[in-house]
């Protein structure tokens, strides 16, 4: 009924639910793709979730088999859960943004659907996403095929270059194409980064400095989907 709308006191929603909704909610969609999977893991990843935000209410519903529908007060350390899905292999999480109130648990729970939704639709391989980090992701890939001309026109053969040269890329871009930030970022010399930012311009059928937000979205698009296009 809170998902759907639908009149109800906020008193009468905590006491059927145990779980108190005038608080900041982060909702999470916590799930499970492999056939043999342990769904004990599910009930774990949702703990594990609440453990990284702290001290936490905690709200799980089953959604079905294989997956939870989560609600925390707070806001997980993204790190925290990222370290703790190595003991569940078979797990993925999807988060929704932080939001307060009623509306909130039902903004975040929605965010998280969509976040989980562009996983599936790029048939991503990354197992913790958060609508926060894949927004703009999730606008630009609503048509797919548009969204891979898209990539394949901007980064032409930068789209299937080594790694560092598209990790160089990427910090270059999120340090506001500062050279010695990016360089720090990545734990390199500034030297070594102007070097494969060089070699990867010359793969760029444009220039970086000329259309920066179009390669920065449309790596983006590349990291979500996997590398080179390989939805697996």
Do not use: K
């Amino acid at each position: 009924l809170l998902l759907d709308g639908a009149p109800m006191t906020r008193q009468r929603a905590e006491a059927r639910l145990g779980y108190p909704l005038d608080a900041t909610h982060t909702a999470a969609v916590v799930w499970t793709d492999a056939p043999e999977a342990e769904l004990r893991q599910l009930d774990r990843a949702a703990d594990l979730l609440a453990a990284a935000a702290g001290p936490a209410h905690l709200l799980s519903v089953m959604a079905s088999d294989a997956t939870r529908w989560v609600w925390l007060t707070g806001r997980p350390d993204t790190d925290r859960v990222r370290a703790g899905l190595g003991r569940l292999p078979a797990v993925r999480i999807a988060l929704g943004s932080p939001a307060p109130g009623v509306d909130g648990f039902r903004r975040s729970h929605l965010d998280a659907l969509t976040t989980q939704r562009m996983l599936a639709r790029l048939a991503s391989a990354q197992r913790l996403a958060s609508h926060d980090e894949v927004e703009l992701v999730a606008l630009l890939s609503q048509d797919l095929e548009r969204a891979d001309r898209f990539v394949q026109r901007t980064l032409g053969d930068l789209e299937h270059a080594p790694d560092d040269l598209i990790d160089a890329v990427r910090a270059f871009l999120a340090e506001q194409c500062n050279a010695s930030r990016a360089a720090t970022r990545l734990f390199t010399h500034r030297n070594t980064l102007l070097r494969r930012l060089g070699r990867a311009d010359r793969l760029l059928p444009r220039p970086l400095a000329e259309h920066p937000l179009d390669v920065a979205a449309a790596l983006e698009i590349r990291h979500w989907r996997g590398a080179g296009g390989q939805r697996a």
